[in-house]
């Protein structure tokens, strides 16, 4: 019999859903893999099954729930909940639905951590530290141990490798350096121990080390009946690791993924993780294929998966769908970015003027810098938009400032962020602030200096953190106005920190939540759009995982950018770029529009003073596959009358804009 909640599923959907699920049972379910193309429902289907074990007696507050970012987080527990409550004839979800945890793998890790901290070795008020932070550590160190420059891009923890074998596969060229690095890495450890500190890829170092001391793993695992993860593909070596260590025999474990879409190698995901997940358990894990595609309609799912049949190699199949009709994919072909950012905004306000809004459309681009020249033609025409990826609100350096001064006032042993916040006093340079902050070690330096206004240690609660973030503001204005020169925008970013940190019950709470999983930058002069309002998403095409529009525009579908020269070395890499190809375009509910500027200004090819770099489409997209797009030139108008421009009303000088551009990027 089935529940009619789950009567909208279809067969493997609801196979899923159900698997192992019986009526006032355990319901721990043997391992199960959900594994399948873009738009196939997989994010839908754990959401269902989430929404089925809580009808069937499962304690919401036992279902551990991973997901790729805090949005998704929220948004899947809203759905589960939504679905919870209509099958039980309720109005509004109650509160024995909510999902307490549910998160990213960090923030649930910190999580975690933090309530072991007194069995294993840790400070419960330890800070955490981003990539920026961490970089600028790992330079401090490097600096007092008097070493040279070495390479920064070394990243052996998440690959869970040994230093000699990274070294050797991956940068053969530091092996000499080896033993360097190895004393390098040694302090590091010890400086981060010492300040109290964790950076991202501790949380999850920390946690599976945790889960390799049996009592502790135990202890862990039995806090959770169920453990679900989504975007199992963009996992590393560790987060396996850690679900392992949380149920060794898989049982009440469902992962869910899509191989075609992994696109985090370069962060050590590896995609082995979820093609070797069933083989992992005995019997091994049972395996759900999905097969319909419910998101794009049949033209733009036929583009989509031409181009990723030209990949080497892959699991999942294609897809089919029911919704025929529609366009082909358009592939424009336009002179220069400049032209590209127009035509872009030109297609947008078409599209809203026949009813399709600002939120249904969204632009991707490969690199967070490609969206430059449209932001500036979204501007000027003063279309709202909201960016994702890229410069996150958090790493601009004012609200950085701001977050600087509270995590200190949070963990005085800090040493980076101490060193950041006093030198935003006029006259202290580094010298000064570290031996200031010698002179401070084992004080309280908001008693230790005088300059600091208020006493912050006290202050545990929100109530008290409000209080404070007005003096700590006024303190901190004139140091705005005098870094700044944009002092007035930047203060608007700071009013929307102040009113995300009203959402929160503890300072350390905000921190760590704000440090893991940052909102999306906002700086653009208009501020921030609010809730209500109807805006344009622009996203690096990392950011749009798991995400749908009617309409998305993707940018710069040209060698060097798709797949990007930067860092794209090995034939794997090029896979990658594929794969990010193949996301972007999966995206498209109803229109897709591929973007081919021939020239555009870029960056480090100033070869002989020239900053055009001419390209071509993007090698993903060869002549074999094109019949699955239509292919247009923009203006259309230009075309028509064979180069003659035709009449616009409209003067700009680009030069001058191109002049500006310059001066602001600062090259
Ligand atoms: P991605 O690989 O991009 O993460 P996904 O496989 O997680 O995609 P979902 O985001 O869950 O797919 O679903 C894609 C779209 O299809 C959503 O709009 C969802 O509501 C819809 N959908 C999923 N299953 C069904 C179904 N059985 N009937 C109707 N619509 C469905
Ligand atoms: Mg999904």
Redesign the pocket.
Known sequence: MTRSYLA???RE?RLASEHGVVARGSNIAAPLLVI??????????LAHRVAHLIVSGADASRILLLTFSRRAAAEMGRRARRIVANARGENTPGASTSLPWSGTFHAIGARILRGHAPSIGLDPAFTIHDREDSADLLNLVRHELGLSEKDKRLRATNAAEPLDVVLRENFPWCAAWEADLRTLFEAFVVAKQRQHILDYDDLLLYWAELMRVPELAAAVGAQFDHVLVD?YQDTNALQATILLGLKPDGHGLTVVG?DA?AIYGFRAARVRNILDFPKLFTPPARVVT?EQN??STAPILAASNAVIDLARERFTKDLRTERTGGARPALVTITDDIAQANCVAETILENREAGMTLKDQAVLFRTASHSAMLEIELNRRNIPFVKFGGLKFIEAAHVKDILSILRWAENVADRVTGFRVLQMLDGIGPTIAAKALDRLAGRDPFDALATFTPPARATEHWRALLTLMQPLRQWYQPHLEERYADAVVRAADLDQLQRIAAGYTSRESFLTDLTLDPPSATSDESGPPSRDEDYLILSTIHSA??Q?WKSVFVLNVVDGCIPSDLGVGTAEDIEEERRLLYVAM??AKDHLMLLLPQRFYAHQQARNGDRHVYASRSRFIPAAITAHFEHQIWPRRALATAGVAPATGVTVDLNARMRGMWQRSGT
């Open positions: 909208d599923l279809n959907q399948a193309g873009a738009g196939s429902g997989k994010t839908n289907t975007e899509d879409q999905l419910y998101r995982k798991g749908e999966t995206r």
